[in-house]
């Protein structure tokens, strides 16, 4: 995909929320004001809230090479951090392409935000290019909790994810190193992983996995056979009922969906949803739902 190929989706409050609907001008560079210009490339360096770690060389050369043709066709977005120095807040990808290309100028784009905007702007615009790891991801949203004292349910706002997606999300990060790595090198994936966490084994069982390439139902009956806890969905008299957090988000979706309570009890490859409701009008709700459905 070319420089001048992206166009953002929409999620979230989106860049265009966070950072302001006015378009650049072109004006001095005074303080709290936006302003639009081309400086030196080594004026620019990596923003200290991006929530990204690893960068594929093959997509940068490439860009490098749609930038040599046609130059940078979008400014990258930055914050004055000193006198002749900029902190990137988004298009670090650009930035380094740029440099491969030889581009002694590049064009900027420069907003005074605070911290907390600056690692929302980040986020917001890797995961709209999905250029973002899950364990990325996850750092990136325990950053908002813990350092700017965001909820879960604001966190879902502004980036436009669901509420059990964060908490999945965010539960990764409790993984022992060796499944991370497998997580990171795409081995294994979050559905693949997240049955693991708490395990004693989990690494074990991570490299079996991976060597057997399992699917994800394959790999949530692996981690039920060794969890002290009864298989998923499983149904015990007078009991606990423990899900996998894969179900577990799904009927919340589902709830979501279509306002009343639904469960869902699973037994290997079957089982059941049910749906819970108060009131005839409540069920006729439902059953318009359905019938509108294609």
Do not use: C
């Not at 490439?62 to 043709?69: G, K, T």
């Not at 991801?137 to 997606?165: C, M, N, W």
């Not at 693949?192 to 690494?203: E, K, Q, S």
Request: net charge positive; proline share 6%; aromatic share 4%.
């Amino acid at each position: 995909m070319s420089e001048g190929d992206f166009k953002p989706k929409k999620l979230g409050r989106g860049l265009s929320a966070l950072l302001g609907e006015k378009p650049p001008q072109k004006v001095g560079l005074e303080k709290n004001v936006e302003t639009s210009s081309s400086v030196p490339i080594e004026f620019l360096e990596p923003g200290e809230f991006q929530p990204r770690t690893r960068f594929d060389e093959q997509e940068i050369k490439a860009l490098a090479a749609s930038i040599s043709e046609r130059g940078i066709l979008q400014p990258i977005l930055v914050r004055p951090k000193g006198e002749r120095s900029y902190e990137i807040i988004a298009g670090e990808r650009r930035w380094r392409a740029a440099q491969i290309a030889r581009l002694r100028e590049v064009p900027i784009l420069v907003k005074d935000l605070s911290n907390e905007v600056v690692l929302e702007a980040a986020l917001v615009e890797n995961i709209q290019r999905s250029d973002l790891g899950p364990l990325e991801e996850a750092a990136g949203y325990k950053r908002l909790l813990d350092e700017f004292g965001y909820t879960q349910d604001k966190l879902a706002k502004v980036i436009g994810k669901s509420r059990p997606h964060i908490a999945n999300t965010l539960r990764l990060v409790s993984l022992p190193a060796p499944v991370k790595i497998l997580l990171e090198e795409g081995k294994i994936t979050p559905g693949h992983a997240r049955p693991l966490i708490g395990l004693t084994n989990a690494a074990e069982l991570a490299r079996e996995i991976a060597n057997k390439g399992l699917s994800v139902r394959q790999a949530e009956a692996l981690a039920s056979k060794n969890s002290p806890t009864k298989p998923l969905g499983a149904v015990s008299r007078g009991k606990r009922v423990f899900k996998d957090s894969n179900t577990v988000a799904l009927e919340q979706s589902l709830t979501n969906l279509l306002g009343l309570k639904v469960s869902i009890a699973t037994n290997g490859e079957r089982g059941k949803i049910s749906v819970s409701f108060n009131s005839l009008e409540q069920l006729n709700s439902v059953l318009e739902r359905l019938n509108r459905a294609p």
